[in-house]
């Protein structure tokens, strides 16, 4: 998978070695004219973990390594930002062993399951099937070394290699404190088809994605089962990933205590309690501190793990993973429910419970969720969306006008001047719907975009302001009020 021409990269040398190197935290991007020329990379598919590796790499590094992102590349690319590192089958297992050291150092749970994470991800290849070459070098650190990268779905037994890697790889995150479900991240794309000449295979690259392509369009493939992940880590779960406080390990409390002392200029360590903690997958004591706005209240297995709401780029926390949107960490947080209640239902503690029950716990997990992030919308009081179309035949006109789609919470005839319609609109809000502040203000926003247009234009430039559609609106009238059969 992943074909890099070779006239390509003889542009992409020039162009990187010329580049500066990158400041930290900024996400090294290859110019927009290079990538539309390469075909199917997928060095980007798992941002979240380059981010957390460039950080902790950025502390020391002595090779000076240009990013993470290098060590992904096929050779020739790697090459461009290799810094001292001349073995480039390598480079990818020298940036993530400087940055577990590194994290290490720091007492840095989260960095060192990073470096870890990106130390099992695919790199490019050649073509479709074709597998990467593994690092003949020994690491600095064991973990690092326990760990290989996953190889392309497409390639001679990559089932069998790629759920080894994962398993490996939990391993290792259990031995850390970290999550050993979390290795499943790790994973790849569905396999592409050999011989595709276009080299499109079934991955995606998208540089500014900050969670990572193969997350946020559900691309990845799971390689092995949460419950073959527990078995695995069965013998180490005991001395590292205890789910009590009190019977954590002395080497992950003391790497908690020193994360904490770490991080303790910008946020307040605290111990996520037993009663919220999943059973066998809590992991890094350490939270930010911050609201929990996980509200879901079901308790088969546990409580799901709390959802830390604060400040920042990745402002969600669960059992020590940052995301950048509300839902998918409340999603996260269902699902490392539904592993502690279906490991519990297997092993036979949780009695008169079914893996059935746990997922129907999940759905409801998530079902919570969505309607808690969908009430995130816009309060708009005692009214429903205030959607504005654009149509001929309203009020009996034969041109296009403008009005509300609800005419029972805004009724006002219709005009030719959206501006009658959405300075109506606003002003209902605020005096007879009661809406929320956030709703009178996103309003008046909208009423100055929908100005800024004309037509069709105008009424979506109002609608998109207030996060709404009158097409929705319109279909959901019909559907409550018109009986399918008329
Ligand atoms: C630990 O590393 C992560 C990246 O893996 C980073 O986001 C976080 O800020 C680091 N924590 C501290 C306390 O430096
Ligand atoms: C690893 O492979 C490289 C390139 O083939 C070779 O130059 C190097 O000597 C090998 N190193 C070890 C430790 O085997
Ligand atoms: C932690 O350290 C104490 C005292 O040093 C020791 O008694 C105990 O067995 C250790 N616990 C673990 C899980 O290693």
Sequence with gaps: MKYESASILIAFFGLTSAAPMPAPKNVFSIPRAMLRGREVPQEHSHNRFLDGVRVNLNIDNPAKIQDPVFGLLGNAAAAAGAGSITNLDCLHQATADQAFTNAKAAGNVTGQADALMYAALERNTGSVGLASVICNETAVNPEIEAVQQHQDPASTG??????????????????????????????????????????????????????????????????????????????????????????????????????????????????????????????????????????????????????????????????????????????????????????????GSLAGTSVADCNA???????????????????????????????????????????????????????????????????????????????????ATAQTAAAAATGQAAADAFNSALGVSAAKLKFQRRSVDTPAWI
Excluded at 385 to 413: K, M, W, Y
């Design 361 to 443: 716990q999940e759905t409801a997990c998530n079902a919570a969720a969505s309607a808690k992030v969908k009430r995130a919308a816009l309060d708009f009081g005692t009214c429903s969306d205030p959607a504005i179309e654009f149509a001929a035949g309203l009020d009996g006109r034969t041109e296009n006008s403008f009005q509300a789609v609800n005419q029972v919470d805004f009724n006002h005839g219709s005009a030719l001047n959206i501006g009658v319609i959405a300075s109506f609109v606003c002003q209902q809000l605020s005096s007879s719907c009661k809406a929320g502040a956030d709703a009178i203000a996103a309003c």
């Design 158 to 347: 990559a089932a069998a290699t790629n759920k080894a890697v994962v398993l490996a790889l939990a391993k290792q995150l259990a031995s850390i404190g970290a999550d050993p479900q979390e290795a499943l991240l790790s994973g790849t794309f569905a396999p592409g088809k050999i011989g595709d000449t276009t080299g499109a295979g079934n991955t995606c690259d998208v540089a500014d994605d900050v969670e990572g392509c193969i997350f946020s369009q559900n691309l990845l493939v799971d390689d092995a089962t949460a419950a073959e992940i527990t078995a695995a880590v069965a013998g180490i779960a005991s001395s590292s990933s205890s789910s009590s406080a009190s019977s954590a390990s002395n080497s992950t409390a003391a790497a908690d205590t020193a994360a904490a002392s770490a991080c303790a200029a910008s946020v307040t360590a605290t111990v996520v309690s037993s009663a919220g903690a999943a059973k066998g997958t809590a992991t890094a004591a350490a939270t930010t501190a911050g609201t929990n706005v996980q509200t879901f209240t079901g308790t088969l297995g546990g409580a799901a793990p709390p959802v830390i709401s604060s400040s920042g780029t990745r402002p969600f926390t669960v059992n020590g993973n940052t995301f950048v949107g509300e839902g998918a960490a409340l999603q996260r947080s269902c699902s490392i429910q539904n592993t502690a209640c279906s490991n519990a239902a297997n092993s």
